[in-house]
Nanobody, 124 residues
Framework: VQLQASGGGLVQVGDSLRLSCAVS????????VGWFRQAPGKDREFVAA????????YYADSVKGRFAVSRDNGKNTVYLQMNSLKPEDTAVYYC??????????????????WGQGTLVTVSS
């Protein structure tokens, strides 16, 4: 399985950005996908997750109401729409995937496959 994250960049406070995660190599329709981020000097943290079942997505409290995760099974791609960006959203964003996972989607250890990360910088 290969994951390719893209869409990062330098934006201003309050701007929006959409990240994409293209997944290849497995039946995408049964892949749960999560987004994580790691700011300089900090641990990697959960941002959002989209379960393969089509159920409710999960969000970290820090992004709830501002970020939205969605998927396009026809394009084998998961998106992270980020609105009202703040300086504290600055980080390298990683997408991760696992086949068939439905529990523990907020946990790093749940995911067996990881993308390379894309940098998001929010300037004030």
């Amino acid at each position: 399985v290969q994951l390719q994250a893209s869409g990062g960049g330098l934006v201003q406070v309050g701007d929006s950005l959409r990240l994409s995660c293209a997944v290849s190599g497995r039946p995408f329709s049964r892949m749960s996908v999560g987004w994580f981020r790691q700011a300089p000097g900090k641990d990697r943290e959960f941002v959002a997750a989209n379960p393969w079942t089509g159920g409710t997505s999960y969000y970290a409290d820090s992004v709830k109401g501002r970020f939205a995760v969605s998927r396009d099974n026809g394009k084998n791609t998961v998106y992270l729409q980020m609105n009202s960006l703040k300086p504290e959203d600055t980080a390298v964003y990683y997408c991760a995937a696992d086949l068939g996972a439905v529990h523990g989607l907020r946990a790093i250890r749940t995911y067996n496959y990881w993308g390379q990360g894309t940098l998001v910088t929010v300037s004030s």
